[in-house]
């Protein structure tokens, strides 16, 4: 499969499930002012990406097609990091200082931890 075929299709099945998650979210809350479904996208991403590269490193070396169908397409499309800006944007503009900070420390730090946890169990 060409290495770019594979980043189209994993990012575009990662976009779809970070839309689903979205919906699911938003489905449970009447109004959110926390932006949780792009948390859990996020952290959700980061783990699978930590994993992945930690079992491709030692499992398969030399399997760059499922690495880049899964790490760069799939964890890519999976994670958004322009929707994280905007609703941190929006929180600061909104004057939920304590929300912004409390996401981006949040998503920053767990996102770190989530790769030191993956890093030393592989």
């Not at 397409?73 to 939920?96: I, P």
Request: with cysteine; proline share 2%.
């Amino acid at each position: 499969m060409n290495l770019w075929l594979a980043i189209f299709l994993g990012g575009g099945a990662g976009s779809v499930l970070r839309f689903a998650i979205s919906r699911g979210v938003l489905f449970m809350q009447t109004k959110a002012v926390f932006p949780w479904a792009t948390l859990a996208s996020n952290l959700l991403a980061t783990a699978l990406l930590a994993w992945l590269i930690m079992r491709f490193q030692v499992m398969h070396p030399g399997r760059e097609h499922w690495q880049a169908l899964l790490a760069i397409g799939f964890c890519g499309g999976f994670s958004t990091m322009s929707t994280f800006s905007f609703e941190n944007y929006a929180l600061f503009r909104d004057g939920l200082v304590g929300f912004a900070i409390l996401n981006i420390l949040i998503t920053v730090t767990f996102g770190i931890l989530l790769f030191h946890f993956f890093a030393r169990t592989s």
